[in-house]
Structure formats: C-alpha cells, structure tokens
C-alpha cells in the first residue's frame, strides 16, 4: 500500500515554497490532476533536478490520476540529475508488441535487473491506442509474466521494485 500523503510531501518538497503550497492545496482540494500539471511544470520552469526514481514515481502517479499521456512529453523534458536512492526508471518509448486488440508498450524498467512494467492498451478501432491502460504487465527473464488491473497500478510497481532474486510468489491473473 502506497502511504500518498508522504508521496505528495515529498513531490511538494521539489518545489520553491509558494508553488509546493498550491501543490498541496490542490491535493487538499481533490485536484490532483491539477496538482501534478503544476508540479511538471514548476519542475521544468525552475529547472528542478529529479532522479530517474522521482522522473518514475512521477509518471505511475500521473498514470494513477489519467493523466499521463498529458504530461509524459513535459516529465521527460525534466533536468535529470537529482539524488537517487531508487531503482526505477522510464522506458524510451518504443513500438509495443501487438497481441490483438491489446498493444504491450514497455513503460518502466528496474535499474538492477531486467524487470519491466509495461501498459497494456486497447488498440482503438481507428488504430490509435486508448490514452488509459487497461493493464500492467510485469516480465521477467526468469519469470513468466504477471498481470495486474489498472487498479492495482501500485501493487505492479512494488512489485517492480521487490528485491532482486526474491520474486514473490502470488497468483497470476
């Protein structure tokens, strides 16, 4: 389970005070979508430094609140460079692999091993893909694959960052 409030406490301390507190106001208010427009933005305009984990953590909360397809371009344009104590990062964005009407399109990638996440789509009748994942797909080139539901987005994440070599063992879906 993922503790938000320090989540959101840490994003707000990226920022210079007046915009960390509209940051938190926006939380406090029920607009997070918001929130996390502004927190991208001030990133970018202060030019902030974020880790490849805070670039990571990021992206999953924006996933969470549908709107990371808004924000991907501008988090990517982020000053990287920040401290790190993670093991996440974004995936450059590649071709998915096709498994019709579902597209695989890697998304996250942990540094220490070759475990990935990666958003499962719908491919759209005119071709496109639905701007939301319908699921997340964990491999591993040990393991088979595990899937996860949408609501389940940070299960998938702990799951990425689990100690390498001591895969949990839970059902598949």
């Not at 909360?61 to 920040?82: S, Y």
């Not at 091993?113 to 005119?126: F, I, K, P, S, V």
């Amino acid at each position: 389970m993922i503790d938000e409030a320090g989540q959101w406490s840490r994003y707000a301390a990226l920022l210079p005070p007046a915009e960390a507190q509209e940051f938190r106001d926006c939380r406090q208010i029920g607009e997070q979508e918001a929130g996390l427009d502004l927190l991208v933005a001030t990133l970018l305009e202060h030019q902030v430094p974020i880790s490849d984990t805070m670039r990571a953590e990021i992206a999953v909360t924006a996933e969470e609140w549908g709107v990371w397809a808004m924000l991907a371009p501008a988090l990517g344009r982020c000053v990287g460079g920040g401290p790190d104590g993670g093991s996440l990062k974004l995936v450059e964005q590649a071709a998915g692999a096709a498994a019709d009407p579902f597209v695989v399109v890697p998304w996250l990638a942990c540094t220490r091993c070759d475990r990935t996440l990666a958003r499962m789509h719908h491919r759209e009748g005119w071709g496109d893909l639905s701007l939301a994942a319908s699921r997340y797909v964990l491999s591993d080139r040990d393991e088979p694959v595990r899937l996860f539901d949408r609501e389940a987005l940070w299960d998938a994440v702990t799951e990425l960052r689990a100690p390498c070599g001591r895969f949990a063992r839970e059902p598949r879906y």
